[in-house]
């Protein structure tokens, strides 16, 4: 995707339609999800007041990496999930299937906002070897509701 046809996502309106790349997406609308994004806007404009919205962009360069600061053997969240969040990934540790991350492929992610957490608290280290900012953590779901690799 070319950095001028990204698009900011309002904070709170998942269940709007996203713009990536010039083309309508429709996300999959859940209030839960929507609820979890609207919070983690409120944390990242305390974060940080000039936050404006959640990028997609920002999110898939996250979900990608690589990074540096985790585990050697986990420097992105691609390295488990897969480059292709439509697909399922595999823990690098213990082998173990993980449902695909896409909200296209797997309507029930993020609509838990203690299992969202855990997950952020206990993978966030692994990867960046810090603790995930809110907006990193709005920018990953927003990416993971357009279902594009």
């Not at 600061?69 to 399922?88: N, S, V």
């Not at 990867?127 to 990193?136: F, I």
Request: net charge positive; glycine share 8%; hydrophobic share 35%.
């Amino acid at each position: 995707m070319r950095r001028s046809q990204t698009r900011l996502i309002p904070a709170g309106a998942a269940a709007v339609l996203l713009l990536t790349a010039g083309t309508a997406l429709p996300a999959r609308a859940d209030p839960a999800r929507d609820a979890i994004l609207t919070t983690y806007a409120a944390e990242a404009r305390k974060e940080d007041s000039g936050f404006t919205g959640f990028d997609a962009a920002r999110g898939q360069a996250l979900y990608r990496g690589p990074h540096t600061g985790g585990k050697a053997e986990t420097p992105a969240c691609a390295t488990c999930h897969t480059p292709d969040p439509t697909r399922a990934g595999q823990h690098q540790k213990t082998g173990r299937s993980i449902e695909p991350m896409a909200v296209t492929a797997n309507p029930a992610r993020f609509t838990n906002a203690a299992d969202v957490e855990k997950r952020f608290s206990r993978d966030c280290p692994a990867v960046l070897g810090r603790a995930c900012t809110a907006r990193e953590k709005g920018d990953v779901i927003t990416y993971l509701l357009t279902g594009k690799p």
